[in-house]
Every structure is written in C-alpha cells, then in structure tokens.
C-alpha cells in the first residue's frame, strides 16, 4: 500500500500563475485534509473533507480552494499564486472524522513562489 | 487564546540516555493529544494518543503523560538511540467545535551515538 501519495513533490511558480496539488489515499478513508507548513509555524489547516462530498475551510483557507474528487482523492488549488504561499504542503487522511484517529500524510509537496 | 507550545531548541542527548520533550497549552483543555514523529523531508508519522482521562500510556521505548492540571504532556523515549533523531510534534483536540487538530512546532531531538 502506499498509504497517502502527493503529486508533485516540488514545484516552482510565479506570482500569479494557477496550480493543483494532488493528492490520493488508498486506505479507503472518509476524511482528508490539508495542510501548509512553515518554519517555526507548525502545521496549519488549510481546507478538510470530513467525508466524500462535502468540504469544509480550516485555518488559512484564504487564496485556495479544494475539491473532494471522489473518496481517494482530494486536490489543493492556488488560483493566482503569491510570494506568500511559499510552503511545504501535506496531504493527510484518516478513517473518520471527529474521532480520536491517527491522520496519515502523505511526504508533501515544496512549492516556491517568485 | 489558545496556544500551544513546544521548545523550539533542540534537544541534543547520549545515546542510551531517556530523552524528555514537552508540550504546554494554554486557555482550553483538550480531550486527547497525539504524538508525531517527523523526518526532515517526510511527512508527520503517528505515534500516540492519550486521552484527557488516561495518565500515561506506552508504547515499546515510547511513554507520554498527560497532566491535566499542569496542562502539560511529556513524552519519553528511553535507552535513546541515533535513529530517534527527529522532529516531535504534538497536537492536542482544540476545544474550538471544530473537532480539529491543532499542532505544535515541534522539538528537535537529536541523539548522539
């Protein structure tokens, strides 16, 4: 199995241009989510799916948007990329949500913006 | 608000030795916390989870604590060995309604053989 698979592992932008992040889990889980993470910030929620179908903003979820594609998969979009965005990106599932799982991420994506 | 701390320095330790990390909340109590173990260029791994009613809880060389009143939890990896060189986050329940994770910063830990 291999658990939680982000493409692409890295990528370089610039300000203003469009990208998705994928992300797809074969664990059959109910719930994805993801995250950014900067140094000295620890992870931040930025979109969660609590099941297939619905989707819901989490901590920063301003300049992107998600999509809940079907019960694998679960993409991150940056409509118009910003210096600010800069950051290693995870993809994280687990089996339920509001329950006391363990999430499993997937090995992130780095994304600079220039 | 609610804030979660974690010593931002590392913790450099002999091998063999029981290494020791801490993580501090404030302004809310969490019904259970995790612990994460993190490689430089991988993502999070799970490691424990201890509920607001439980003390302690073990796993092989790893124990957490979970103090409530101090609202503290430890956690320990005795008879330390280079290969648990890593980043340890924590990530207690925030009491927001959202029933979300929220996580530490993390602590370095760094044995040295």
């Known amino acids: 199995n291999a658990g939680v698979t982000q493409t692409p592992k890295f990528q370089v932008l610039k300000t203003g241009q469009s990208m998705t992040l994928q992300c797809a889990q074969d664990m059959n889980h109910n719930s994805m989510y993801w995250y950014r993470q900067d140094p000295g910030m620890g992870l931040r929620l930025i979109y969660y799916?609590?099941?297939?179908?619905?989707?819901d903003k989490g901590e920063v979820p301003n300049g992107y948007n998600v999509s809940r594609l079907n019960k694998r998969e679960f993409s991150l979009r940056l409509e118009s990329a910003a210096p600010s965005q800069t950051s290693v990106y995870f993809c994280?599932?687990?089996?339920?949500?509001?329950?006391?799982?363990?999430?499993?991420f997937g090995d992130g994506t780095r994304l600079s913006i220039l | 608000s609610q804030k979660i701390e974690q010593n931002s320095e590392a913790l450099n330790i002999q091998e063999g030795k029981t290494a020791t990390l801490t993580c501090n909340y404030t302004?809310?109590?969490?019904?259970?916390l995790q612990w994460y173990r993190q490689d430089p260029g991988r993502g999070p791994v799970f490691l424990l989870l201890i509920r607001e009613n439980e003390k302690e809880k073990r796993k092989e060389r790893l124990k957490v604590t979970f103090d409530t009143t101090l609202k503290q939890s430890l956690f320990h990896i005795t008879a330390s060995q280079p290969a648990d060189s890593a980043t340890y986050l924590c990530?207690?329940?925030?009491?927001?309604?959202?029933?979300?994770?929220?996580f530490g910063s993390g602590t370095r830990l760094q044995v040295q053989p």
């Open positions: 994280a599932s687990s089996e339920q949500w509001g329950n006391n799982q363990p999430q499993h």
């Open positions: 799916s609590a099941s297939e179908g619905t989707t």
């Open positions: 302004n809310y109590s969490p019904a259970y």
């Open positions: 990530a207690p329940k925030m009491d927001t309604g959202r029933r979300a994770l929220t």
